[in-house]
Structures are given as C-alpha cells and as structure tokens.
C-alpha cells in the first residue's frame, strides 16, 4: 500500500540549530501539505503546495522556516534558528484532489523535533 | 473563522460499548468532513472522508454522520475494543483549509 514517507522521525536540536525535514508524497498526489502538531493538539496548517507551486503559507513563520518542492514530487521544511517553541510533530500529508480538496487526505508517520 | 470544536476530550468506557464522539464546526460551507485515528507519537490514519452532499459514511464498526446546516458531525463506534483506543480527530475542508479539532482521546477498557 502507497505511503507517505517522512525523515527523520525524531530529530533533537539545540535552539540557534538549523533543521531539516523531509517528505515523499504518495505517488501521483499532486497536494502536499506541511502541518504542526503541538502535544494535545489538532494539527495546523503550515504550508500547502500544489505541485511545486506554494498556494498557502500564510501560517508559516518566514523568518525562520522555509519550505520547497522543487520539482513537485518530494518537499523539505527547514528551521533556522530552531527556538524552544518549535518544539512538535511535524506532519506531511498528500491528496490527489487538486485545489478543491475533495479527496482524501493521507497523512505521514511524522517527525517528532524537540528542541533543547 | 472556521472553528471545530470536539466533545468530549476525553472518554473511557468498557469493552463492548457502542459510543458517539461529536464534531462541531462554525462555517456551514464545506466541501468534506474527514475523521481520522492517531495513535501516540504516530502520524493520522484516515477512517472515513464524508462529502459536503453526503449524509454519512460507514466501515466496518464506524459509522460517520455530518449534518452541513446545523454544524456538526459524529462518529459512532459499535462494540468499542481495547484496540480501539487512541485519539480521534475531526478536520473540515472549506476556504481551502482543512481544520482541525483538538480530538478525543478514547480508552477503551478490557
């Protein structure tokens, strides 16, 4: 069964650090989006490509973090300086449904950054 | 805005009990309502996606309701295992966003 792949699942830091996550979509899944997920929490929307192209990140804090996907396939999010707050899972999921949404969302196992 | 909002946060019941986890959202205009599972330190399983035109969805033991005009959703688990237990959450897609709920954490006891 197609997945989502996610690297790595759990990354330690300490604060001032850069870090970077990486994400395949399931092949095909033209939607890819990046979430955060603080403990206790629903996840929220950082970034959210169709293809390559960046269609919202008005959550994600650009002065620190980035996000691309270059080619339209795999992406990668990157924190730097990494702070205490950014401490969560960070979530990757994908969908074929295009702009609308109207399909199924198909989430990653997720990489876990606590930061020291 | 859209809010969603999940009750309870929290339940435990006993092995064997049918139950209702309820989903409530603010803005009627979406395009689908999707419950998933997450089980600690794990990423989100789709369970069920409902449509904005569909009035419920069923897989094996779930069954998913959504009713658009007054804003709410439920998802009904018939005779709760101890495998069961995890978090559930509700997302609602509209204004091309997907929300979340803050989900209900369910335990199950044998």
């Known amino acids: 069964e197609a997945e989502v792949a996610q690297s790595p699942r759990y990354k330690i830091t300490e604060k001032s650090q850069a870090v970077a996550f990486w994400c395949d979509p399931i092949?095909?899944?033209?939607?890819l989006y990046w979430y955060r997920q603080i403990l206790g929490q629903g996840p929220e929307l950082l970034v959210q490509?169709?293809?390559?192209?960046?269609?919202?990140d008005s959550q994600l804090p650009k002065d620190r973090f980035s996000a691309e996907r270059l080619k339209g396939v795999d992406s990668t999010l990157k924190i730097q300086p990494a702070e205490l707050g950014d401490s969560a899972m960070y979530l990757c999921?994908?969908?074929?449904?295009?702009?609308?949404?109207?399909?199924?969302?198909?989430f990653g196992e997720g990489s876990r950054l606590t930061v020291l | 805005k859209q809010e969603v909002t999940q009750i309870p946060a929290a339940l435990s019941v006993p092995e064997g009990e049918n139950l209702v986890l309820n989903c409530s959202f603010t803005d009627s205009a979406i395009y689908n309502l999707q419950w998933f599972r997450q089980d600690p330190g794990k990423g989100l399983t789709s369970l069920l996606l409902?449509?904005?035109?569909?009035r419920e969805q069923t897989s094996g033991r779930l069954n998913a309701s959504l009713d658009k005009s007054s804003g709410r959703s439920t998802l009904y688990i018939a005779a709760s295992q101890p495998g069961d237990s995890a978090t559930y959450l509700c997302a609602v897609y509209g204004g091309n966003k997907l929300v979340f709920g803050a989900g209900t954490i369910l335990r199950v006891k044998s």
């Open positions: 999921a994908s969908s074929s449904a295009g702009l609308l949404g109207t399909g199924e969302l198909f």
């Open positions: 409902i449509q904005s035109s569909q």
């Open positions: 490509f169709q293809d390559e192209s960046v269609v919202d």
């Open positions: 092949s095909g899944h033209a939607t």
